[in-house]
């Protein structure tokens, strides 16, 4: 009989227990993240239904034990008191059984005794360590189910265990037992206690815990005690709690936290010795690979082939990768051609123009889906394997000197250190970062990084200014951003982030597994869908804004009529050409409209089409669709009329795209986001900047790709143009007095640009806060205005080419960055905490 | 053999690569202390100073099947016996 209400199971266990693994295990696909109420960790839960009814299942944050020290642990233990979960599961690394029991013994005291999920059978095997698993369930008391996660070994027998225990405890009101026996502090414990028996009634809080955590002057649980009982009741209790520590304190010369450890230690201790036998000191796999890995010498050979690698298999295969998956999306765009209301001669319906710049706006997003899927598994790999842990260790020394942590690297690798990334998945992955100051510093560092969309925009300016030294400037963009992006950790630290909190680096280093092909899919994929979810609403949500600002006001009726009358004009004279000719029936009329779109679409497809069987197969494709028109498309060589029809054809769609031009070109000029683009030139002027380029810097706000192309339609793409934008752009602002030296001036604007839009929306994300946002839009713009300003004046002032001040900016921010680094002192721990007593 | 007073405590920072070391207390507080309890550093544990990072900083250790590393700067808040080199 299945109950109406679901049980609620937490799985609780140190990071690097397999936790994680062992929920997918247990819950299948269907799981959800959240967060927890007012902090960024993430709360994970899942359902599956046993014979007897559904299970929720929650994955606690990983932690070592259940004290109010950090954050993830709070956020554990108050899930465990709040909501009171039917079961609890601890999930026990049987490799390293020693430091995993102490959570045990704490969950216990919390009157949550678990399922012990012994995981990781298979390593503790493979190291020589044997477990008597009925006497370890026998001395705890707690039903013991060996797993192994990684190969899904174990999910029936731990869901059988998770119901049977549910139903036992159900059964037990007293929960309650001494897991550990503190000796001489026994005394004092019972002391609390009666106070707290006698202070009043505590709703679902432990006692016995509660008294332990009181002596042990727990923040946290001093506040939940007044919570519980009132500000008048609590004091009492906790000021004599205080002098019962005191007194402890005096009398064994021995601090009550250290000792209630010690005394969990001990029977930890015990409890080992008699369930684990077996070797345990020998040499594992692991020690021999960090020999060679980790070796002084060898191990930044190994990192940098790391690395190279990820860059080689993500972003160099991956984009050719996306030559085969362009043409899919390319189709798509058909599609919705073809089903959205054709053009008009002159003016689009909107529905048209705004459908595909939709799909255009998506479809630069999802090109680089398989470049994610890649990158993502490749991390996925490292991260799963164990060696992200050392690439922290190794590099640590390094990013602490500017304020980051040895784990900022992988947010830094997936913005793009040196070869092309995205700061969303960049910013997400900060939230691994146990030091909070140093999580923020990552965070507004990594935007800094080079996002794959930055990459167009830099190829294009590369194109059109630097043809002789193109390799020298993409050396200096790829390698700068990593200079700017430390300096301005640095900067920030020492600065605005002074007061955040810090933390040491304690990390542990696990050990060597094989990553599961499951895993690392299910990351990859899960970690793309999160990219394609978050970035993909925003990005179309920006595309319509933008959309708007372009296509508004609009142009006024007098001269919309002028452009009206000049394309009737021109009709006209196409009408007058095919006087006498056989074809003016279906050339002309109803039939212009269509007949020009057709040619247009024609052209369009051709160029397209590469190579001769393409180009053989658009040219039946059009004639099977409209044979009449195809004729006059294509004449046949022998129809002279036809001929003649196709050259006013192909005047008609010249004088129509011309047209068409000088109306996009005025209606952008007069738009909302062309006003504000002008209104801003009085600022941008000294970076070198014209309204043009500040429609295409404040549009690539909304997403970087857009740069590239509004520059495209600044600089008029037409529908069957063959000139490519570097053409174009090189050609008219060449006209104008562009420079390499704007050039610069705009490639170092781009490369300190803010975070586009998305990224923001992932800076509140990960900071919970509005201001924090705020800030990562505002600095970057000032710092590159800033920059760009001073190098396009002063590169203007002395007379340099782009390359000389390009130069000149690398080097000066080079030096500076060996300064900092090799003359700045290291960061003290001058945070919130003090890392040392004083006494 | 008892230490002059003002010779300051070893501490793990102190130990080359490749010695063995036992804990005797801890000077930090507050959540650094409990961190390094949690990883299995309590006084009286032996631990073994693997490796340093390339750059000499941050270091590794063994203890029981596990590895972990600190920075130095933590590491020279882990006072040391005399006895166990």
Known sequence: ?839 | MPRSPDKPCRTLNDVPSGRRARIRRHRAVGAVRQRLMDLGLMPDVEVLVVRSAPLNDPIQLQLNAANVSLRRQEAATIEIHDDAE
């Open chain 1, 1 to 839: 009989m299945p109950s109406d209400k679901a049980l609620l199971v937490a799985l609780a266990g140190q990071q690097n227990a397999g936790k994680s693994t062992l929920f997918n295990v247990l819950t299948g696909a269907r799981q959800h993240v959240a967060n927890y109420p007012g902090v960024t960790v993430d709360k994970k839960y899942g359902q599956y239904y046993d014979g007897a009814g559904a299970v929720r299942t929650v994955d606690l944050p990983g932690t070592y034990s259940l004290t109010s020290f950090s954050l993830e642990e709070r956020v554990a233990r108050d899930f465990l008191l709040g909501e009171r979960p039917d079961v609890t599961v601890n999930v026990v690394d049987a490799s390293n059984l020693r430091r995993s029991l102490h959570l045990t013994l704490q969950l216990m005291e919390l009157e949550q005794p678990p399922v012990l999920a012994l995981n990781m059978m298979d390593v503790a095997a493979g190291r020589g360590i044997e477990i008597d698993q009925q006497t370890l369930g026998r001395e705890l008391g707690l039903p013991v189910v060996p797993t192994v996660g990684r190969r899904g070994e174990g999910r029936g027998p731990l869901r059988g265990a998770i119901r049977s225990w549910s139903e036992q405890l159900a059964k037990t009101q007293q929960r309650s037992e001494r897991a550990v026996d503190y000796g001489p502090l026994e005394l004092r414990i019972e002391a609390v206690e009666g106070l707290l028996e006698r202070a009043g009634e505590l709703s679902g809080i432990p006692r016995r815990w509660l008294a332990i955590k009181l002596l042990e002057a727990d923040e946290q649980a001093a506040k939940l005690l007044e919570r519980q009982l009132g500000q008048v009741a609590a004091q009492p209790v906790l000021q004599e709690a205080w002098r019962l520590r005191q007194a402890f304190e005096r009398s064994l010369g021995i601090d009550v936290n250290d000792h209630v450890v010690a005394c969990r230690e001990r029977k930890v201790a015990a409890l080992i010795e008699q369930v684990q036998g077996g070797a345990s000191g020998r040499t594992t796999l692991s020690d021999r690979i960090d020999r060679l890995v980790l070796n002084r010498w060898a191990a930044p050979g190994f990192l940098v082939l790391t690395v190279f690698l990820i860059y080689q298999v993500s972003i160099v295969w991956g984009y050719e990768l996306t030559n085969y998956t362009w043409p899919i999306l390319a189709g798509f765009r058909e599609l919705v051609a073809g089903v959205l209301p054709s053009a008009g001669f002159l003016v689009d319906p909107y529905v048209r123009s705004m459908g595909l710049w939709l799909v255009d706006s998506a479809n630069t997003l999802l090109n680089y889906v398989p470049i994610f899927l890649i990158l993502f598994a490749a991390i996925a790999v490292i991260e799963d394997s164990g060696y992200m842990a050392r690439i922290a260790f190794i590099l640590d020394k390094v990013l602490h000197r500017f304020g980051l942590h040895g784990q900022s690297t992988l947010p830094l690798i997936l913005g793009g250190v040196f070869a092309g990334g995205c700061a969303v998945p960049g910013v997400m992955a900060t939230k691994g970062i146990p030091d909070t100051r140093a999580r923020m510093a990552t965070i507004f560092a990594v935007p800094f990084m080079n996002c794959l969309a930055k990459v167009p925009l830099y190829t294009l300016l590369l194109g059109i200014f630097f043809v002789e030294s193109k390799s020298l400037m993409m050396f200096y963009i790829s390698t700068m951003t990593i200079i700017f992006a430390l300096l301005v950790s640095k900067l920030l630290t020492v600065t605005v982030l002074r007061g955040q909190e810090t933390s040491p680096f304690v990390m542990e280093l696990p050990h060597y597994h094989l990553p599961t092909l499951q895993g690392v899919l299910r990351r990859a994929f899960d970690r793309t869908w999160q990219y394609i979810k978050k970035v993909g609403t925003i990005v179309i949500a920006v595309a319509v804004v933008v959309f708007t600002l372009l296509q508004f006001p609009g142009l006024s009726d007098e001269r919309q009529a002028r452009f009206a009358r000049q394309a009737q004009a021109a009709v006209e004279r196409f009408d007058e050409a095919l006087v006498g000719n056989p074809y003016r029936e279906i050339a002309t009329g109803e039939n212009l409209v269509p007949l020009v779109n057709f040619a247009t679409n024609y052209r369009r497809a051709k160029l397209n089409a590469g190579g001769g069987e393409a180009s053989r197969a658009v040219n039946e494709r059009f004639e099977t669709l409209n044979p009449e028109f195809y004729k006059l498309v294509r004449p046949p060589r022998a129809d002279r009329d036809a001929r003649e029809a196709n050259r006013a054809l192909r005047r008609l769609a010249m004088e129509r795209k011309s047209l068409r031009r000088e109306m996009k070109d005025e209606r952008i000029v007069n738009s909302f986001l062309g006003t504000i683009g002008r209104s801003m030139e009085p600022v941008t002027q000294f970076a070198g900047f014209d309204w043009k380029i500040n429609v295409a810097l404040l549009s690539s706000f909304a997403a970087r790709e857009s740069s590239v192309a509004t520059l495209g339609v600044l600089f008029q793409q037409d529908e069957d143009q063959n000139q490519t934008l570097e053409e174009r752009m090189g050609a008219e602002t060449r006209a104008g007095g562009a420079t390499a030296l704007l050039a610069v001036s705009m490639i170092l604007f781009f490369a300190l640009y803010p975070p586009c839009l998305a990224t923001t929306i992932m800076v509140k994300v990960q900071t919970g806060s509005y201001k924090w946002m705020a800030f990562s839009i505002v600095f970057p713009t000032l710092l590159g205005l800033a920059v760009s300003s001073a190098v396009y004046s002063i590169g203007n002032a002395i007379d340099a080419s782009g390359i000389e001040m390009m130069s000149y900016v690398y080097f000066g921010a080079l030096a500076l960055l060996l300064a900092v680094g090799l003359l700045g002192r290291r960061h003290g721990l001058g945070g919130k905490r003090s890392l040392v007593s004083t006494q």
